[in-house]
């Protein structure tokens, strides 16, 4: 299938994260929700969560050797204070062989991550560089998150 277009990585973020933490807050109304999402964008191409394990591969093929975004948005809500953020990190993965983009498939643990990748994973070793915030890309950037629930106390 043909990749998601990005209509604003950064807005889409904030706004899914947001709209999580909002349909929480509506079950929970005494509580402090956060909500999440993160994305990987690769030359303007939303790449989510793989819908299989051949469009994990696919994913997978096509970040090889390149570098990418990673945009994780995040909302808060209590009572009727709303807040939302987004940080975005830029990865680089290295040149890999099919046979281990295949055997990490295989493993099944690409098939619930944005971009079929968990960089706190297996594939962890997959990664050349990053500039920015490691927790970013593992799905929840923890220091934007500790300053914005700051704002709350």
């Not at 990987?40 to 051949?54: H, I, N, Q, S």
Request: proline share 5%; with cysteine; net charge positive.
């Amino acid at each position: 299938p043909p990749p998601r277009r990005v209509c604003g990585p950064r807005h889409g973020v904030r706004a899914l994260a947001l709209d999580k933490a909002q349909r929480v807050a509506a079950r929970k109304p005494d509580a402090v929700v956060v909500g999440a999402d993160t994305v990987v964008v690769l030359r303007g191409e939303r790449l989510g969560k793989p819908r299989d394990a051949e469009e994990a591969l696919a994913m997978l093929k096509r970040l090889h050797g390149r570098a990418h975004e990673v945009w994780t948005g995040v909302a808060i809500v209590c009572g009727r204070d709303r807040r939302t953020t987004a940080e975005c990190t830029r990865v680089r993965f290295a040149r890999l062989e099919e046979a281990t983009l295949r055997a990490y498939v295989e493993s099944r643990e690409p098939l619930d991550k944005a971009g079929a990748y968990g960089i706190q994973g297996l594939a962890g070793q997959f990664i050349k560089s990053i500039e920015g915030d490691y927790y970013n890309v593992v799905g929840l950037p923890l220091a934007r998150l500790r300053l914005m629930l700051a704002e709350f106390a």
